[in-house]
Nanobody, 119 residues
Framework: VQLVESGGGLVQAGRSLRLSCAAS????????MGWYRQAPGKQRELVAT????????NYADSVKGRFTISRDNAKNTMYLQMNSLKPEDTAVYYC?????????????WGQGTQVTVSS
């Protein structure tokens, strides 16, 4: 399974960005998905998660009310809509998926996309 992230960039505080994470491969099914981020000098932080059907989501307190995670299972793609961005949201954002291949489940990571929010 390969994950390709897109949508990062440089924006001013208060603006929005939408990240995408597209999964490709063969003979797999995607279970839970989510986003982490890592800012310079800080530990990786779990930002948001979404269940296999999309009916259950969870967010870090720092992004609640501003970020929305969603997925399109027909496209094997997950999104992170980020509104009202703050300078402290600056980080490299990584998507992950838990995918089943046969009877086993595996964890896959995207390559990361840089989000920079200027004040």
């Amino acid at each position: 399974v390969q994950l390709v992230e897109s949508g990062g960039g440089l924006v001013q505080a208060g603006r929005s960005l939408r990240l995408s994470c597209a999964a490709s491969g063969s003979a797999f099914s995607i279970n839970a998905m989510g986003w982490y981020r890592q800012a310079p000098g800080k530990q990786r932080e779990l930002v948001a998660t979404i269940s296999s059907g999309g009916g259950s989501t969870n967010y870090a307190d720092s992004v609640k009310g501003r970020f929305t995670i969603s997925r399109d299972n027909a496209k094997n793609t997950m999104y992170l809509q980020m509104n009202s961005l703050k300078p402290e949201d600056t980080a490299v954002y990584y998507c992950y998926v838990r995918a089943s291949i046969g009877i086993s489940e595996y964890l896959y990571w995207g390559q990361g996309t840089q989000v920079t929010v200027s004040s």
